[in-house]
C-alpha cells in the first residue's frame, strides 16, 4: 500500500470535487492558473475557499506572463485594425496587472 500524502497542514485530501466548465471558460482559468504559479487544484480550492492567492515570482510564472502579455498585444494589434474588444481580453489583461502589482509591492 502506498504511503497517504498529506498537505503541509497533515490533512489527507481524499475527497474529489469536480465541476463542468466549457472550453472558454477553461481555457480562462489554465490562464489565471499558470499566472499564479499555483497547481490547478491549489487555485481552485484556495478561490473556493475564498483564500488569498499569493503569486511568488518564479520562471514558470514569468513565462506564463511573458505568453499573456504576447497574447495581449497581438489582440490589441487586432482591435487596432477595427475589430470588436473581447471581454476575456480585458479579464486577462486585469489578472496581468495584478499579478504584475503584487510583484512590484515585495
Do not use: W
Amino acid at each position: 500500500m502506498s504511503a497517504k500524502n498529506l498537505d503541509k497542514h497533515n490533512r489527507f485530501r481524499c475527497i474529489t470535487v469536480g465541476f463542468r466548465v466549457s472550453p472558454e471558460e477553461n481555457e480562462q482559468i489554465n490562464r489565471v492558473v499558470a499566472l499564479s504559479g499555483l497547481s490547478k487544484q491549489e487555485y481552485c480550492y484556495r478561490k473556493c475557499l475564498d483564500m488569498e492567492i499569493v503569486v511568488e515570482g518564479n520562471p514558470r510564472v514569468y513565462k506564463a506572463l511573458k505568453t499573456e502579455l504576447d497574447a495581449v498585444l497581438e489582440e490589441l494589434k487586432r482591435i487596432e485594425a477595427g475589430q470588436n474588444i473581447n471581454e476575456d481580453l480585458l479579464t486577462i489583461i486585469e489578472q496581468i496587472n495584478k499579478t504584475l502589482y503584487g510583484f512590484r509591492e515585495e
